[in-house]
């Protein structure tokens, strides 16, 4: 069980891509919680659509070894899963051509204020087509909703073209771009801790905060979407979304309320004050070598002469009178150490050490917020050393980690896709990109990416299971700080 549910009514959905790997890895587990926790109702329908040629009941046995792989045997019980497969459907589609389209709108009659959800689970290319073959089959009606996730766009022009084609067939408030870092629990718990606590947000600013660090470290490479992933790099596929999602929510000023507008458009105002990055040795891109019987970048990508980054550090600088001088520095790499995210606030120094020199120093509070592994916050504190001994200084730690209040209580921690799903059903988009702010954020990257390419810039090497390039270390260095160490 998880905390608390309040349950959803009635809703149809369409998963198309429901053969693929994100569908059986994510949505169909999370839909199966849903159920089992009590949020989705029996009567809700799930309509799996793909170009395989797979009778309902094939697809339900696919369902149900996707259950077996994916959902911990504790949560896994035979009475639900039933009642789960009860709600599955499929129908055979091609987004390239009008086949099947005519079936699945003749098996979707629209019914009066019945949310009707399509999720595009399918390669990008298909995204505009999908779109308008919805529209065309009729089953585009008021009630319903779309949603994409990353790639949303190579570049500005593309992401443009991509709103474009949306915005032909929906409404922006039925589009749902989902970014799945902003359904985790603690980015959510980020809201709550600025916006409902009084203790933080005066400090919030470049008074108290000396600079934030923002770590997504991967210790897989890129396994097998090597040639894919060589058209994209870590600038497009982490910091263009994740990463500045992440540095929005952080930077930006409290909403009015919470409600998606009012919270997208503060996000849109920081990514616009992101001052243009025109000091390029502020950016440190880095590709893992080879080591140990593991395959460099060139040979996983297989392009033995690859300019693309596994590995990008960056200095950020959100130009307003709040963050006037702060600096965010952002990283992320893949077959780093170890399996990390993390956003660290760290504060400026006590002015002035009121302590004798022998009772130690004080370190920096740093409030950090930690997306994975155990989500969960914590605040770096100096203390008095416990006991006798005089004043001697010594850090501790707060420790607001949710994984151990869920394991104690048997409370399990939702994944993402869980609350985001629902969210889209409930016709809620607080938590999903509007249009406007993913090209906001193509608009600060795109220049970043054109300047590596003007000067034919190549990555540097770097140590497989090291935090990164020795590069991104002097990039903290030459201000005088140091990275937090990439560590669980
Ligand atoms: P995938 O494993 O390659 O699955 C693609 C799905 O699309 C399959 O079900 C495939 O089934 C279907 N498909 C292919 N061509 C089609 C066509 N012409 N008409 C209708 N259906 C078609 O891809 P994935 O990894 O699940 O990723 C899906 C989307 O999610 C992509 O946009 C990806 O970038 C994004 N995403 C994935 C992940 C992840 O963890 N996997 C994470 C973030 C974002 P048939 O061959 O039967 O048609």
């Not at 809201?191 to 923002?214: C, G, K, S, T, Y």
């Not at 005089?390 to 394991?407: E, N």
């Not at 993402?416 to 809620?428: K, P, S």
Request: glycine share 6%; aromatic share 8%.
């Amino acid at each position: 069980m998880v905390a608390r549910v309040v349950p959803v009514d009635p809703f149809d959905l369409v998963v198309f891509g429901a053969t693929g790997d994100l569908a059986r890895r994510k949505l169909i587990p999370a839909l199966y919680h849903r159920l089992h926790d009590g949020q989705m109702p029996d009567a809700a329908r799930i309509v799996g659509a793909a170009r395989s040629d797979l009778s309902a009941d094939a697809f339900r046995n696919m369902a149900a070894e996707a259950l077996e792989e994916f959902v911990r045997p504790a949560d896994l019980d035979a009475q639900t899963q039933k009642r789960f497969l009860s709600c599955i459907d499929y129908a055979q589609v091609d987004a390239t051509s009008s086949e099947g389209w005519s079936d699945l709108a003749a098996a979707m009659p629209p019914r009066e204020g019945r949310p009707r959800a399509f999720y595009l689970s399918v390669a990008p290319r298909f995204f505009g087509p999908m779109a308008e073959r919805i529209h065309e089959a009729g089953l585009s009606g008021a009630d319903s909703r779309i949603v994409i996730e990353k790639p949303l766009g190579h570049d500005l022009a593309s992401a443009r073209e991509l709103n474009a084609t949306l915005a032909a067939h929906f409404h922006e408030h039925q589009v749902y771009r989902i970014d799945h870092y902003l359904g985790k629990e603690t980015v959510q718990n980020l809201m709550a801790l600025r916006f409902a606590n009084a203790l933080f947000e005066p400090l919030w600013n470049a008074r108290h905060i000396d600079h934030v660090q923002i770590t997504v470290a991967e210790s897989v490479g890129v396994e097998g979407r090597g040639p894919y992933y060589d058209g994209v790099g870590a600038m497009r596929d982490m910091v263009q979304n994740h990463m500045l999602q992440l540095l929005c929510l952080i930077a930006m000023e409290p909403p009015g309320r919470f409600e998606p507008d009012a919270v997208r458009d503060e996000k849109l105002k920081v990514l616009r004050a992101l001052a243009p990055h025109d000091h390029p040795e502020d950016v440190v891109r880095g590709q893992y070598a080879a080591a140990n019987g593991t395959a460099s970048y060139r040979e996983d990508a297989e392009s033995p002469d690859s300019r693309t980054e596994s590995y990008v550090a960056l200095k950020a600088e959100v130009a307003n009178w709040r963050w006037s001088g702060v600096p965010f520095y952002l990283r992320t790499g893949k077959r780093l150490r170890t399996r990390v995210s993390e956003i660290a606030v760290v504060f400026k120094e006590a002015p002035h050490s009121i302590f004798p020199a022998a009772s130690g120093r004080w370190a920096q509070n740093v409030l950090a917020i930690r997306l994975q592994p155990d989500e969960g916050i914590t605040l770096g504190m100096t203390i008095k050393d416990p006991g006798p001994g005089g004043m001697r200084l010594a850090p501790a730690v707060l420790d607001m980690t949710f994984a151990d209040a869920m394991s104690s209580s048997k409370l399990r921690m939702p994944d993402a896709y869980e609350r985001l799903v629902m969210d889209v059903i409930r016709g809620d988009q607080t938590l999903f990109m509007r249009g406007d702010e993913v090209e906001a954020a193509w608009e600060w990257v795109d220049p970043i990416i054109a300047g590596w390419e003007e000067r034919g810039d190549r990555p540097v090497s770097y140590d497989p299971g090291s935090s990164g390039p020795e590069d991104a270390l002097m990039l903290l260095h030459r201000d005088g700080r140091r990275w937090r160490e990439i560590a669980t």
